[in-house]
């Protein structure tokens, strides 16, 4: 091997790209002296400015916008629903006027039970299986939240879920 005659390339000759749209060579993206311990996935590379270039990031970026979107949804369904506990989902519907699980909890009956159904400390409008409950519990649960909330504050409560069989 013949070291006095090897000639270094530069970062641009090691590290290149072309646009898959037009073929522009494309620079890659912040790279200083200390390219040599970055692993080649993780380099950037400049955008093209070519037409197809152009929509392809729009819609990539919108892409990612959404997946970010979705992430922090998610993020707030677990601090406010009680996705960790099995349920039906959200077991009362939104009234009109009112804000159901608000009524729920007002009445004081976050934690309320009957057998294994319990009304969700975290959010009222879901009625959570602690373990071992029935469709007789879960029933039974949901009329006594109703009869409360209409004694409490005049309001008729219905349920989200629907009730399959006798």
């Known amino acids: 091997m ?3 005659n090897m000639k270094c390339k530069s970062k641009d ?3 290149h790209n072309k646009c898959k749209f037009c073929g522009k060579d494309l620079k890659p993206i912040g790279l200083d002296y200390l390219y040599a311990n970055i ?3 993780s380099i950037e590379y400049e955008r093209c400015d070519c037409e197809k270039s152009k929509s392809y990031w729009n819609e990539k ?5 959404i997946q970010k979107k979705i992430e922090e949804i998610s993020i707030q369904r677990k601090e406010k629903q009680p ?3 099995p349920s039906a989902g959200s077991t009362f519907k939104r009234g009109e006027d009112f804000i159901t699980a608000k009524l729920i909890d007002e009445a004081g009956l976050k934690g309320f039970n009957v057998g294994g159904a319990e009304v969700s400390n975290k959010h009222a409008g879901f009625v959570v299986n602690t373990g071992n409950a029935t469709a007789e519990d879960v029933i039974q649960l949901t009329n006594i939240v109703k009869e409360k909330v ?4 005049g309001k008729k409560i219905e349920l989200e879920v629907e009730i399959l069989g006798e």
């Open 2 to 4: 013949d070291l006095k």
């Open 13 to 15: 000759e090691i590290f």
């Open 39 to 41: 692993p080649i996935s």
């Open 61 to 65: 970026d919108l892409k990612e916008e």
């Open 83 to 85: 996705i960790d506990k």
């Open 150 to 153: 209409y004694e409490k504050f």
